[in-house]
């Protein structure tokens, strides 16, 4: 109970940086999809249009990583990431359910916030609050995309975060990742990479059908990324659990940045 007295506010945070993150892409893919839409009737290709959202996306990821909020909580903003650090040992167990359930409210809470400030256009069949879905009959290839690009996203903020060099960098690559997804993997899977990315569009959808899919890839994606770094470079070689540990914001983590930063 002292971790959850004393790291509240990062909890919180957790909850916040995925609430706006919802409610960018529900407010991105009304624009762009829904047929009544500026954005629809000026911009014909799908994919452009699906480009413009990952563009969008990648965007908000980078600037909720690298702003002041960010900073404190470490922009963890996903279940699967906080599991695989709880994995790596960076992060203690009270504050990794605090974040995740953290997560969930806030996701759910973006969309709520949609519902009240867009109503209709964001129950709309072409934008249906961002929901993921994978392509129809394909199962089978959505959980493996799903597992490839969460496995791809980890082992690249592993990489990054944990060379003094690239370690600025590793929002920045993260923001590049999600644009690239949305833009080419998702019309496979919908793109998810986050459980309560997923949940939070099911609950405005009231559409459980495919839910699974982004309950069991993601993490197990990420854990699996976590299982092949550790082996190929070492757990020491693991300094935090934050994506960005700029600035002078406190880190409630089991951290060794400083080592880092000392070569």
């Known amino acids: 109970m002292n971790a959850v007295k004393q790291h509240w506010p990062e909890y919180l945070i957790e909850a916040t940086l995925l609430a706006l993150f919802m409610l960018s892409a529900c407010g991105f893919t009304i624009f762009l999809e829904h047929p009544a839409s500026p954005g629809f009737r000026a911009i014909a290709d799908p994919f452009v249009r699906r480009a413009l959202i990952g563009l969008a996306m990648g965007a908000t990821a980078t600037g909720l990583i690298y702003s002041p909020i960010g900073r404190r909580s470490g922009a963890h903003f996903n279940p699967s990431v906080t599991l695989t650090y709880f994995r790596l040992g960076k992060i203690r167990r009270t504050d990794a359910a605090g974040y995740i359930v953290a997560q969930f409210i806030g996701g759910v809470g973006g969309v709520m916030i949609v519902m009240v400030l ?30 490839a690009i969460s496995f791809l996203t980890m082992t690249a903020v592993l990489v990054a975060s944990n060379i003094r060099s690239l370690a600025p960098f590793t929002g920045l690559i993260c923001g590049i990742l999600v644009a690239c997804y949305v833009t080419f993997e998702s019309p496979i899977s919908g793109f998810s990479m986050n459980p309560a990315r997923s949940f939070a569009s099911a609950v405005g959808a009231w559409d459980w059908q495919f839910l699974w899919i982004y309950f069991v890839a993601p993490p197990l994606g990420m854990l699996a990324a976590s299982e092949v770094y550790v082996r190929v470079r070492g757990a020491r070689r693991v300094f935090c659990a934050k994506l960005n540990h700029s600035g002078r914001s406190r880190c409630i983590f089991q951290c060794d940045y400083r080592a880092l930063q000392e070569g």
């Not at 129950?123 to 993921?132: D, G, I, K, L, Q």
């Open 118 to 147: 867009a109503g209709m256009l964001a129950s709309a069949p072409s934008v249906r609050f961002a929901e993921t879905r994978p392509a129809m009959g394909a199962l089978g290839p959505a959980l493996v995309a799903e597992f």
